[in-house]
């Protein structure tokens, strides 16, 4: 069996393969949070660390102008692609979400599925939200999903996913290697076994991801003032939902309103 050890967003195939069918209630709950959330038309996204853009895709053939920025080129290389081939606008850089700025600002934007705990320090959470704040006009949104560390019960922090297409079939399964809770950095096992006619290979990656409780998440937020929490809800992604944050919550999709 051939094994290596490698960054997992330089397989964009593979990783859009694993996350995007995914896309479905994502996408309508963004819709929907534009709707009730942004203070009048929603026309222009962004999505910082849009990845392979397995969501940006969808929103640019719904209509909306969306771009998208991420410190991967080959997820940007698959995304531009990917948008080209279906006649849209190649419209994702490669940038730091930590250090961007943008020619006319957005009338929202989304980060979901944990891509924002990348940052691994305080300084370069603040960069970011004061980079999106530049980003997104006033009355403008930024929907921003993750995981919490719960302070009650037990975090799940093991998952595992298949995906198949045609000759191609991927199992996926993320476990926790270990966690300095006093430096807030935890780091995951990241494994894709991926199946072809001609053979196996195994791709190990190691995920660091820096941990939030509520209250150090809201007091981060507290530093870039042109922020405020709207709300939250969570990954049942029902907008007729809101969730109130307790020491109990995990999965948390926070709207953040640009004053
Ligand atoms: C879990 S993936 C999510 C991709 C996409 N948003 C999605 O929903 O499928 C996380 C992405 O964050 C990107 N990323 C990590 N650190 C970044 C940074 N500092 N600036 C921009 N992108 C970053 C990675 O390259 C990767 O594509």
């Not at 069996?1 to 995914?22: E, Q, R, T």
């Not at 980060?111 to 320090?121: G, K």
């Not at 009355?139 to 560390?149: D, K, N, Q, V």
């Not at 190691?206 to 709207?230: D, G, H, N």
């Amino acid at each position: 069996m051939d094994h290596v050890i490698d960054n997992i967003y330089n397989h964009p195939v593979y990783y859009d393969l694993v996350f995007a069918s995914d896309w479905v209630a994502e996408f309508k709950f963004l819709e929907a949070a534009f709707k009730k959330h942004v203070t009048g038309k929603t026309k222009r996204l962004l999505e910082p660390a849009c990845g392979t853009g397995r969501l940006m895709y969808r929103m640019a053939k719904a209509g909306y102008v969306c771009d998208g920025l991420d410190l991967n080129e080959k997820a940007i290389e698959y995304c531009n692609a990917r948008l080209k081939k279906h006649g849209l606008k190649p419209s994702a850089w490669v940038a730091n979400m930590c250090d961007f700025t943008v020619k006319k600002p957005y009338d929202a934007a989304f980060n979901t599925i944990n891509s924002f705990r990348h940052l691994d320090t305080e300084k370069a959470a603040v960069a970011h939200f004061r980079a999106m704040a530049q980003a997104i006009r006033p009355g403008g949104i930024y929907c921003l999903g993750f995981h919490l560390t719960p302070l009650e019960g037990e975090a799940t922090d093991r998952e595992s996913w298949s995906a198949r297409r045609g000759n191609l079939s991927i199992n996926t399964s993320m476990w926790p290697r270990d966690k300095d809770v006093k430096a807030r950095i935890e780091r995951f096992n990241l494994r894709f076994d991926v199946y072809k006619p001609t053979g196996m290979h195994r791709i190990d990656d190691c995920l660091v991801l820096r941990s939030y409780t509520w209250k150090q998440f809201a007091s981060m937020i507290k530093k870039v003032p042109e922020w405020t929490i709207e709300t939250a809800y969570d990954f049942s992604y029902d907008i007729d939902e809101p969730i109130e944050i307790d020491p109990g919550t995990e999965d948390v999709v926070y709207i953040l309103k640009r004053k």
